[in-house]
């Protein structure tokens, strides 16, 4: 009986280590899609004032930032900030959405 529960434990701990890997993995993919997003956050960003504007981001290269423009500024106060854009993408990882892998078209 020992021996079975050690055969299962052991298979735990291997068969969860490639889910670690995949998470970390993933967890690195959505890090380097936020370092991306935020360049050309700044990049867009001409008046250099930490804000964008829905103009700004039609202009730039800030698909996910156009497209959910609405979304992140929840507070309709024209313009959103890169804890704005931080926010949104939370909310949406959270809920199970994946967010783009990169801004850029």
Known sequence: MR???TVIVT??????????SIAQTGLNQVAKSVREI??????ADKNHDGKLTR???KSGS????????DAMDDGH?????KADV???????LTR?????????S
């Open 38 to 43: 935020d360049k050309n956050f700044d990049a």
């Open 62 to 69: 800030t698909p996910l930032i156009a497209n959910h423009f």
């Open 55 to 57: 103009e700004e981001a």
């Open 86 to 92: 931080h926010a949104f993408i939370r909310r949406n």
């Open 77 to 81: 106060k024209g313009y959103v900030t």
């Open 11 to 20: 298979a735990i701990i291997l068969g969860g280590s490639p889910m670690t």
């Open 3 to 5: 021996r079975i529960a």
């Open 96 to 104: 199970g959405h994946v967010a783009p892998a990169s801004s850029s």
